[in-house]
Nanobody
């Protein structure tokens, strides 16, 4: 089992940057597919970025070229560097994990979730 705790959210102006972190505890972090999701009020939770155990990466179209996901398996940590933030990026951001592969990275397929960290971008 994996426990996840996010940090690094906050309020920034459009064009600014934030770096989210996710600390994982438990066994086998390096073998998990890790992902960042977000959920804005009144909207469904959506995938933002994913990184496989071997390092393969995927991004949702709205964040390509602006966000960067990375992981440090020696520290059991996941990161999301967010640049050129826009008001539409405002949401609660969640770290999530699923065993092995990142295939079909929908929220329903992820087994473990953090409590979320709020990101607010003002215009």
């Amino acid at each position: 089992q994996v426990q996840l705790v996010e940090s690094g959210g906050g309020s920034v102006q459009a064009g600014g940057s934030l770096r989210l972190s996710c600390a994982a505890s438990g066994y086998g972090f390096s073998s998990y597919c890790m992902g960042w999701f977000r959920q804005a009020p009144g909207k469904e939770r959506e995938g933002v970025a994913f990184i496989a155990s071997y390092g393969g990466i995927g991004y949702a179209e709205p964040v390509k070229g602006r966000f960067s996901i990375s992981r440090d398996n020696t520290k059991n940590a996941l990161y999301l560097q967010m640049n050129s933030l826009k008001p539409e990026d405002t949401a609660m951001y969640y770290c999530a994990a699923k065993p092995k592969y990142c295939s079909d990275p929908q929220p329903k397929n992820f087994d473990y979730w953090g409590q979320g960290t709020q990101v607010t971008v003002s215009s």
